[in-house]
């Protein structure tokens, strides 16, 4: 049996995340993100311009809320990694799962 897709809430909401996506603070902000997913937006927009970090735990903590949206037909979407978050979640392999843009580009080598 395949679970039955909700039909959002919202349209739109947004949470910017200015910590570092790690295990200190892994919980605190998925209950953040627990109450933005909650009201099960069409559109769930991480903002991660200001972490400069995620590890195995944020990563979790992601896919986790991920699937919740998916699940209420919604869909969840990572905005403006910095190049080492980008790359931690291509290591990973996640960035197959979670929707990314906005990625700031890397600035060309030799450039100051």
Sequence with gaps: ?????QTP????????V???LDTSAAPRVRALLDDAAALR?????????????????????LLDVHRKVW??????????????????LQLARVDRVL???????EPPEGSS
């Design 18 to 20: 200015t910590d570092p």
């Design 41 to 61: 937006p069409a559109n769930l927009v991480i903002d991660m311009t200001a972490c400069a970090y995620v590890d195995a735990a944020g990563i979790a903590m």
């Design 71 to 88: 699940l209420d037909g919604g869909r969840l979407t990572l905005r403006g990694l910095s190049p080492k978050v980008a790359r931690t």
């Design 99 to 105: 929707h990314v843009t906005g990625t700031p580009a």
């Design 9 to 16: 809430a919202m349209r739109l909401v947004e949470v910017l």
């Design 1 to 5: 049996m395949q679970p039955i897709a």
